[in-house]
Structure formats: C-alpha cells, structure tokens
Nanobody
Framework: QVQPVESGGGLVQAGDSLRLSCVAS????????MGWFRQAPGKEREFVAA????????YYADSVKGRATISRDNAKNTVDLQMNSLKPEDTAAYYC????????????????WGQGTQVTVSS
C-alpha cells in the first residue's frame, strides 16, 4: 500500500502557474499508476491527469490539456502536476491517487487517495 500526501496548492491569479507535488509512502510506489483529480464545491470529482506505472504514458482531461504536465520520479516516490495558464475554473481541491498495477480493461478506480491540496485561482 501507499499513502499519498499532496502539497503545493495556494491562492494564485488567473494566468499564473503552480506545481503540485505528491509524495507516496511505501516500497512499491513504482507499481502504481498515479493520478490527479480535483473537486470543486458542489461538483463531482473530476479527473485531471494520470501517469502509467509501467510505461510512462500520460493522460489528460480535455479541460487541462496543453496546460498541465504530469511527471513522476520513482526514486523519490513523487508525482508532480505542473499547471500553467491557470483559470478560475481550475479552482478546486486537488487530490493525488494511486492505482495498483492496472492493465487493459481497468475500470478507472484508484486504491489510495491523499487528503488534498487547495488551489484557488482568482480572476
């Protein structure tokens, strides 16, 4: 098992950039796909980005494509989300999640979740 812990959120202005970080405890971090999700008040949790555990493939929601970059460092047990050109609609609590050794046919469910870090983008 791994326990993700997020950091890097804050209050920024539209057009600014943020780098969110997630560190996950455990010896098997490299066996987990890692994802970033966000949830704004009154809205459902939304997928933002993910990175595969086995081949480094990355995936992005259309809402952040071109503005977000997800990366991981298995030696440090970290996954980052670089977000540029932030918009007010990016305001949300951002969560880091881990999914153990998922392959073809995965239902998209994650096994472990962090507590979240708040990102607020003012207009």
């Amino acid at each position: 098992q791994v326990q993700p812990v997020e950091s890097g959120g804050g209050l920024v202005q539209a057009g600014d950039s943020l780098r969110l970080s997630c560190v996950a405890s455990g010896r098997t971090f490299s066996n987990y796909a890692m994802g970033w999700f966000r949830q704004a008040p009154g809205k459902e949790r939304e997928f933002v980005a993910a990175i595969s555990w086995n081949n480094g493939n990355t995936y992005y929601a259309d809402s952040v494509k071109g503005r977000a970059t997800i990366s991981r460092d298995n030696a440090k047990n970290t996954v980052d989300l670089q977000m540029n050109s932030l918009k007010p609609e990016d305001t949300a609590a951002y969560y880091c999640a881990a999914a153990y050794r998922k392959t073809n046919g995965w239902d998209g469910r994650y096994d472990f979740w962090g507590q979240g870090t708040q990102v607020t983008v003012s207009s």
